[in-house]
């Protein structure tokens, strides 16, 4: 369960990341 949360954590980052630029 924890990868998991860390997988969705970095996936949302990433997706915030992109929206910024």
């Known amino acids: 369960m924890l990868w998991s949360s860390a997988f969705l954590?970095?996936?949302?980052l990433r997706?915030?990341?992109v929206y910024n630029i």
């Open 15 to 17: 997706l915030s990341h």
């Open 9 to 12: 954590l970095d996936l949302c």
